[in-house]
C-alpha cells in the first residue's frame, strides 16, 4: 500500500495521469497482448482524463490496444441521457482518444436481465485476462464505485440499491430532485476490483483532501 499526498487537485490529477500513462507504455500492448483498464466517473478522475487525452494528442500514449472496463452505471437511466456514465466517458474521455468502441466496455443499466449482465460483464474481464490497473473513486460515505459502507469484501459485479446518502449527493445532477434520480446501479464488486493487478483510488476534494491511495 503507498499514500501519495499532493498540494491541490491538478497535480493529483497529472500523478494519476501519469501513473497510468506509465503503466501502459511500459506493458508495450499489441494486437494480441492488451491492457486493460478499469475505470471511473464523476469529478475526482475528470482532470486525470483530461490529462491523458493531452498525453495522446503529444503522441505520448495510444489506446489503441488498450480495454477499459467501468466500475458502474444507473439502472434505467437512458444510455444517452447526460448524467449516464455511458455520457460521461464518452463525452469526457472516449471520443478524445483512439479507444476502439469495441473495446470501452461499461455496464447496460437498461439489459432485459440485469443479473445476466453482470455475470457477461465479469466473463468479459476475466476473457481479457483480468484488469491490470483499476482506478478507483471513492464517495462521500467511503463508497468504491457502488460498493455502499457494509458491502461484501467477496462481492462480484451485482445489481445494488442506492444509499439514501448517495441519492442525496447525487441529487444536484438531477435538478435537487430527489424522485427524478436513479436508486439503483450496476456496480464492480469489491473482489472484481480488488481482484486487479494494482488499484489506484485518487481522494480530492474538500472533504478528502489531495491524495492518491496505491495498491500495486
Known amino acids: 500500500m503507498r499514500l501519495v499526498i499532493l498540494d491541490d487537485y491538478d497535480l493529483a490529477s497529472e500523478w494519476a495521469a501519469k501513473y497510468i500513462r506509465n503503466r501502459i507504455v511500459q506493458f508495450k ?30 503522441g505520448d500514449i495510444s489506446f489503441k490496444y488498450v480495454k477499459t472496463f467501468n466500475m458502474d452505471e444507473y439502472v434505467g437511466l437512458p444510455r444517452a441521457h447526460p448524467e449516464s456514465y455511458h455520457s460521461y466517458m464518452w463525452n469526457n474521455f472516449f471520443k478524445h482518444i483512439d479507444i476502439d468502441p469495441a473495446n470501452a466496455h461499461i455496464l447496460d443499466g437498461n439489459a ?13 474481464i476475466a476473457e481479457a485476462g483480468g484488469i491490470e490497473v483499476f482506478v478507483g473513486s471513492i464517495g462521500p460515505d467511503g ?10 469484501l467477496v462481492s462480484r459485479t451485482r445489481v445494488k440499491t442506492l444509499a439514501k446518502d ?7 445532477f438531477f435538478g435537487n430532485d430527489l424522485s427524478q434520480g436513479p436508486t439503483m446501479a450496476l456496480t464492480a464488486g469489491v473482489r ?25
Not at 112 to 124: I, P, T, V
Not at 166 to 172: G, R
Open 112 to 124: 432485459q436481465n440485469l443479473e445476466e449482465e453482470c455475470q457477461a460483464y465479469e466473463q468479459k
Open 192 to 216: 472484481t476490483v480488488m481482484d486487479a493487478k494494482g488499484v489506484m483510488n485518487p481522494i480530492t476534494g474538500a472533504s478528502q483532501a489531495f491524495a492518491l491511495l496505491l495498491s500495486l
Open 166 to 172: 448517495t441519492i442525496v449527493a447525487n441529487a444536484s
Open 143 to 152: 463508497h468504491i464505485a457502488f460498493n455502499e459502507p457494509g458491502s461484501s
Open 29 to 58: 500492448p499489441s494486437a494480441d497482448r492488451f491492457f486493460t483498464l478499469g475505470l471511473p466517473t464523476g469529478s475526482t478522475p475528470y482532470g486525470c482524463y483530461q490529462k491523458l487525452i493531452e498525453y495522446y494528442r503529444h
